[in-house]
Nanobody
């Protein structure tokens, strides 16, 4: 089994930046896709960014140009968030897919292992 632990959340003013980190442990041999999702209060979970083992990236339109997903080490993935907006406030989750194919890179149902989440709050 693989375990994911997020860190780096917090409170920031609009226009500020945060860097989220996701550390994986356990059986990390089949983390073919790594992704970040978010869930604002009362809303559905939505895809933010996905990174493949080949270095391909996918972003939600709402974060393109502001957020960057990257692999820092073999078992650590980060999400650099710049120019944050109040609408970015949400619980952010790291996830991985342990199959080497994917149809919807930003669809939560495509991912099978999840972290516990880290809260991001952006004030205006």
């Amino acid at each position: 089994q693989v375990q994911l632990v997020e860190s780096g959340g917090g409170s920031v003013q609009a226009g500020g930046s945060l860097r989220l980190s996701c550390a994986a442990s356990g059986d990390t041999s089949k983390m073919f896709f790594m992704a970040w999702f978010r869930q604002p209060p009362g809303k559905e979970r939505e895809g933010v960014a996905t990174l493949t083992t080949h270095g391909l990236t996918y972003y939600a339109d709402s974060v393109k140009g502001r957020f960057t997903i990257s692999r820092d080490t073999k078992n650590t993935v980060s999400l650099q968030m710049n120019d944050l907006k109040p609408e970015d406030s949400a619980m952010y989750y790291c996830a991985t897919r342990r199959l080497n194919y994917i149809q919807q890179p930003l669809w939560p149902a495509q991912f099978d292992v999840w972290g516990q989440g880290t809260q991001v709050t952006v004030s205006s």
